[in-house]
């Protein structure tokens, strides 16, 4: 293995080692911490691109990258990432088993993924608790729930059979998109309803618990410690102020890094998380802390990259 020391970083993101491996291996930035990307999605080949781009139109932007596995563990490689938070949102009820059946397959294929699985609300309070157990017995360790995509209210009474299930007998964690200035169906108010009336639930809000509506949240949502937060889609829209006040507010022990993959560039995400003023403790905390702590997933030996 070969070292390489820049005279000067080629990204914000830290002073970096570009290592290569030899045997066919690809470079990767050599941070000193290990890296969890907890908000992420995937795609099959076939489908991806098109997810991608609606994802984004539904946000009105330009997507940052395709939503493959493939590209997905390629930037992971090249920027020092040893662990992926993996999900897809299913938009009608059909889509629902075969989106839990291909993320089930990659998490097979792919030790370092933590897998969520998706419940549509167009089904039947049985049919949500029967997929749940599903999702349970595949090995996925969570479910992610869009309710601004999937136009359903995040305290709709539809919805707490399952959010019981998953507090009381299966110990799923439920990672809510969180917010949005457009609309009222996943506001930080219905996310502190559902913590209220399911205080054992374990919940992970994303973007801060709320976005585009990031103040909302934060007084609505500090003062619920049990409540873990990943900070995908925020970073870039925020001061280093605001994100700093946010963070230490929060406290770094409930936070979880995320690049909210394909809808935004990963390179880019990380070099404005790298680019806040946090101690080294808060940036170890939030990029892997956390994320081990609720997943039961032990730090790596730093190991050099190969190409596969």
Same mark, same amino acid.
């Given at each position: 293995?070969?070292?390489?020391?820049?005279?000067?970083?080629? *990204?914000?993101?830290?002073?970096?080692?570009?290592?290569?491996?030899?045997?066919?291996?690809?470079?990767?930035?050599?941070?000193? +911490?290990?890296?969890?990307?907890?908000?992420?999605?995937?795609?099959?080949?076939?489908?991806? #691109?098109?997810?991608?781009?609606?994802?984004?139109?539904?946000?009105?932007?330009?997507?940052?990258?395709?939503?493959?596995?493939?590209?997905?563990?390629?930037?992971?490689?090249?920027?020092?990432?040893?662990? +992926?938070?993996?999900? =897809?949102?299913?938009?009608?009820?059909?889509?629902?088993? =075969?989106i839990n059946h291909f993320i089930a397959q990659n998490c097979d294929a792919h030790p370092e993924f933590i897998g969520f699985g998706t419940i549509h609300p167009g089904?039947?309070?049985?049919?949500?608790?029967?997929?749940?157990?599903?999702?349970?017995?595949?090995?996925?360790?969570?479910?992610?729930?869009?309710?601004?995509?999937?136009?359903?209210?995040?305290?709709?009474?539809?919805?707490?059979?399952? +959010?019981?299930?998953? #507090?009381?007998?299966?110990?799923?964690?439920?990672?809510?998109?969180?917010?949005?200035?457009?609309?009222?169906?996943?506001?930080?108010?219905?996310?502190?309803?559902?913590?209220?009336?399911?205080?054992?639930?374990?919940?992970?809000?994303?973007?801060?618990?709320?976005?585009?509506?990031?103040? #909302?949240?934060?007084?609505?949502?500090?003062? +619920?410690?049990?409540?873990?937060?990943?900070?995908? =889609?925020?970073? *870039?829209?925020? =001061?280093?102020?605001?994100?700093?006040?946010?963070? !230490?507010?929060?406290?770094? !022990?409930?936070?979880?890094?995320?690049?909210?993959?394909?809808?935004?560039?990963?390179?880019?995400?990380?070099?404005?998380?790298?680019?806040?003023?946090?101690?080294?403790?808060?940036?170890?905390?939030?990029?892997?802390?956390?994320?081990?702590?609720?997943?039961?997933?032990?730090?790596?030996?730093?190991?050099?990259?190969?190409?596969?």
């Amino acid at each position: 293995m070969h070292q390489i020391f820049l005279t000067k970083p080629f *990204s914000i993101a830290t002073m970096v080692i570009v290592i290569f491996c030899i045997n066919g291996g690809i470079p990767m930035i050599d941070r000193p +911490y290990e890296i969890a990307d907890a908000h992420t999605h995937i795609f099959p080949q076939k489908i991806a #691109e098109k997810a991608a781009h609606s994802i984004a139109d539904f946000y009105k932007v330009n997507a940052g990258d395709v939503g493959t596995v493939d590209i997905l563990l390629e930037n992971g490689r090249r920027l020092g990432i040893s662990h +992926y938070l993996v999900c =897809s949102v299913a938009t009608t009820p059909k889509q629902v088993p =075969s989106i839990n059946h291909f993320i089930a397959q990659n998490c097979d294929a792919h030790p370092e993924f933590i897998g969520f699985g998706t419940i549509h609300p167009g089904m039947t309070e049985t049919e949500m608790i029967t997929e749940a157990v599903r999702i349970k017995e595949k090995g996925l360790r969570g479910i992610k729930l869009h309710p601004d995509i999937q136009d359903f209210l995040l305290d709709d009474p539809h919805m707490f059979a399952l +959010y019981r299930m998953c #507090e009381k007998e299966l110990s799923l964690p439920i990672l809510f998109h969180c917010g949005d200035a457009r609309y009222d169906r996943s506001s930080p108010k219905r996310l502190a309803h559902v913590l209220d009336l399911f205080p054992e639930l374990s919940v992970i809000g994303a973007h801060f618990g709320g976005y585009s509506q990031w103040e #909302e949240a934060y007084a609505t949502l500090k003062d +619920y410690d049990r409540l873990h937060m990943d900070t995908s =889609s925020s970073l *870039s829209f925020l =001061s280093d102020e605001t994100a700093m006040r946010l963070i !230490e507010g929060y406290g770094s !022990e409930r936070l979880m890094f995320g690049t909210d993959y394909p809808l935004w560039v990963m390179q880019k995400e990380m070099d404005r998380f790298f680019s806040l003023p946090l101690t080294d403790a808060q940036r170890r905390q939030i990029l892997f802390g956390t994320f081990s702590a609720l997943f039961d997933v032990p730090e790596k030996p730093k190991t050099c990259h190969r190409a596969q």
